[in-house]
């Protein structure tokens, strides 16, 4: 029999992350005849392979529904026991404080930002410098909580990953959300989901240069004079000369963008986003001479 203790360290971060963010323990209806809950999680098919992911790490928990885009589990008297944390008397969804010291995987921050996270941009515009700065903010939608179960919740996030989450005001649900601002923290933050879960699907939220990229090409159409730059950080940084003409040699010959990416120690997208503005830039006209 499967039980929560019976899981993996690894297990259990993924499946309370999971239960925090997009999924959910059935209810027990009077009259029916199920004793035990239930697991499900509703998704996007654009996020599918993300969902097989979690099936695999709980391969005899959870499956895909044949029909519609759910990962569910059978009854199990496992979600009793969780549901009793989660769902207490039968209310809306609360966090587990009993549960906190269970979660101590660094997993758990990524499946929880995977499924209720977004990678926000914060911009500086400079009009007199002609000079625009976009900076990576991390927002945990989790406004389905009260305040004070989120400050819980940060408290131990801080504890044992020593990230300094703080509150953020909404005008829908509960009307908090954690947001991570601190430019060096949200780097290290971004490192650690793709080391984590490097789901090609999911990049968008976790590859600042990839997102990055196409900001500065939305703001280039926008403010076709100005200059798009990046907070910086040492895990983000402007490509060098020597970057460049590796780079460029490489290309010549014949090496593929993956590899060119391992040699630089850049990300894939970086290096083929890169590449196309140096083809852009090559075939604009030479400049009139002065």
């Not at 509703?42 to 969902?51: A, V």
């Not at 970057?243 to 990300?267: C, F, N, P, V």
Request: with cysteine; glycine share 4%; charged share 30%.
């Amino acid at each position: 029999m499967i039980t929560f203790g019976s899981l993996t360290t690894y297990q259990q971060n993924v499946l309370l992350a999971s239960i925090l963010g997009d999924g959910e323990i059935t209810k027990l209806y009077k009259n029916s005849r199920r004793i035990n809950r239930s697991y499900r999680e509703h998704y996007s098919k654009e996020q599918e392979d993300y969902r097989m992911w979690k099936c695999a790490v709980l391969p005899e928990l959870l499956y895909k529904r044949q029909k519609g885009n759910y990962i569910v589990s059978k009854s199990l008297e496992m979600f009793n026991y969780l549901s009793d944390h989660f769902y207490p008397e039968n209310t809306d969804k609360r966090i587990p404080v009993q549960l906190l010291r269970y979660i101590s995987h660094p997993i758990f921050i990524a499946v929880l930002y995977l499924d209720d996270g977004s990678l926000c941009i914060s911009r500086r515009i400079n009009h007199h410098k002609k000079k625009i700065t976009l900076s990576p903010v991390i927002a945990l939608y989790l406004q389905c909580f009260e305040e004070e179960e989120l400050i819980l919740l940060k408290k131990h996030i801080k504890e044992i990953f020593d990230y300094d989450l703080v509150l953020s005001k909404r005008k829908d649900g509960k009307g908090t959300i954690l947001k991570l601002q601190k430019t060096a923290e949200v780097y290290q933050f971004l490192k650690l989901i793709g080391t984590e879960i490097n789901l090609e699907s999911m990049r968008y939220k976790f590859d600042w240069e990839y997102r990055f990229i196409k900001e500065r090409q939305r703001y280039r159409s926008l403010y076709p004079d100005y200059e798009v730059t990046s907070a910086h950080s040492n895990n983000f940084r402007p490509y060098t000369a020597n970057e460049i003409e590796t780079m460029m040699a490489l290309k010549q010959k014949g090496e593929t963008d993956a590899k060119i990416a391992q040699t630089l120690d850049r990300s894939y997208w970086s290096v083929v986003y890169k590449l196309a503005e140096l083809r852009k830039a090559k075939r604009r006209p030479p400049k009139k001479p002065s």
